[in-house]
């Protein structure tokens, strides 16, 4: 029992500096900076990590990454995400959402997320896209705006975008390295609205490692 456990955290780790190793995705602008990842939140396997970024032309903002491992295929993952129904089970807040696939490899999720009190119901249209590699696969996100008649502005979510990427390990887990960037101001202060999204997050973690898990 020993030895299987040694073995394990020594495969994780392994994944875990590959990880590390994985570059930011594109945001938006020029003169990028970035400081150091902070961990904020670990639960139940689950992490998460802030660091500030600024780039030309957009305002201070930060940069949420959450880690965990996935004991799945890779294929069954992506399929979370690709499926409208199985999106549904694990995306927490959807209240309603449709998607327009243009390939296998391309579709755009139109969302309404519908947050906890005191938050405010939002609209989400987001870009996904995936790319694959030797070392695992990568889910890129954008949102975009899209006027809706009798939709106000202030009610949706504009420049928004991060990655999901997977890691495949030898003992065949799958690590899931995620990264987001929202330059939405908040509505309230960062210590009341944080500990919400980190339970959101992390709902929808653990619903999409049980969902993909899944027999």
């Known amino acids: 029992m020993y030895r299987k456990r040694k073995t394990k955290a020594r495969c994780l ?8 190793c994985i570059p930011g995705f594109a945001f938006k602008g020029n003169g990028k900076t970035k400081s150091e990842w902070n961990l904020a939140k670990e639960s139940g ?3 998460i990590h802030y660091r500030w970024i600024e780039a030309e032309g957009f305002p201070k903002t930060r940069e949420m990454r959450a880690q965990f491992v996935i004991e799945s295929e890779l294929p069954e993952i992506i399929l979370c995400f690709s499926d409208p129904e199985k ?5 927490s807040c959807i209240k309603e959402c449709r998607f327009d696939k243009a390939s296998d490899s391309a579709w755009i999720v139109y969302s309404v997320m519908n947050y906890p009190w005191p938050f405010n119901k939002k609209i989400l249209v987001t870009s996904f896209s995936i790319q694959n590699s030797k070392e695992g696969s990568i889910i890129r996100i954008k949102a975009f705006s899209e006027k809706n008649p009798g939709v106000s502005e202030s009610i949706t979510i504009n420049q928004y975008e991060g990655a999901w990427y997977f890691i495949p390990s030898q003992n065949g887990e799958i690590l899931v390295d995620y990264r987001v960037v929202s330059c939405t101001k908040p509505v309230f202060p960062r210590f009341i609205q944080d500990p919400v999204i980190q339970k959101i997050c992390i709902k929808s973690f653990n619903g999409l490692k049980k969902l993909a898990e899944k027999k």
Not at 13 to 20: C, G, I, S, Y
Not at 87 to 91: D, G, R, S, V
């Open 87 to 91: 999106y549904m089970l694990w995306a």
């Open 13 to 20: 780790l392994t994944v875990l500096f590959m990880a590390m």
């Open 45 to 47: 396997g689950v992490t």
